[in-house]
């Protein structure tokens, strides 16, 4: 049996995409991926954004690893052979924290640290690379234990002035 349709049944008109996908339940909104640190692969870059995202730590915030690294070469740029000498810096804020390398340093030892295996080990041969032109910029500090509260990482061990000068 055929069915005809008469004049007054029409066809349902079609429904437009655009409303079939408002009906659908809430998709999960997906953020941008973070910026790719210099140097490191986004695989690393993106277990060094978890790892600063999900931290209690005040030092530690998105894109403080990004900073530390910077801060690090930076200080390091220096051509020449003279000594280099970390200075203190005047404000313990996230901000001006950084103005003190042996503290852009610590922030590099927290995030290797919590980092899972393979972003480890990226990272830890970058900073190795960094620390040994540490090693040869600056001075040991045989007084270090006297001086400071926080001598038991290396890289406070070593001879600090007001400037950071050569």
């Not at 640290?113 to 972003?119: D, F, I, N, V, Y």
């Not at 509260?149 to 406070?156: L, T, V």
């Amino acid at each position: 049996m055929m069915m005809f349709m008469t004049c007054t049944e029409r066809p349902m008109p079609r429904r437009r995409p655009g409303a079939l996908r408002a009906e659908q339940s809430p998709r999960i909104a997906w953020s941008l991926p973070p910026d790719r640190i210099h140097g490191l692969s986004i695989r690393t870059s993106v277990a060094i954004d978890q790892v600063e995202r999900l931290s209690g730590d005040y030092y530690l915030y998105p894109g403080a690893t990004d900073r530390a690294l910077r801060r690090y070469r930076a200080f390091l740029q220096p051509p020449g052979r003279r000594p280099l000498y970390p200075q203190d810096s005047e404000c313990s804020c996230r901000g001006c924290s950084f103005d003190d390398v042996r503290h852009a340093r610590d922030v590099l030892e927290e995030v290797v640290r919590q980092l899972p295996s393979r972003p480890h080990a990226e990272l830890q041969q970058r900073v190795r690379a960094l620390d040994a032109r540490y090693m040869e910029r600056t001075l040991p500090d045989p007084f270090a234990v006297q001086r400071q509260s926080r001598s038991d990482s290396w890289w406070r061990r070593r001879l600090a002035g007001g400037r950071e000068a050569g």
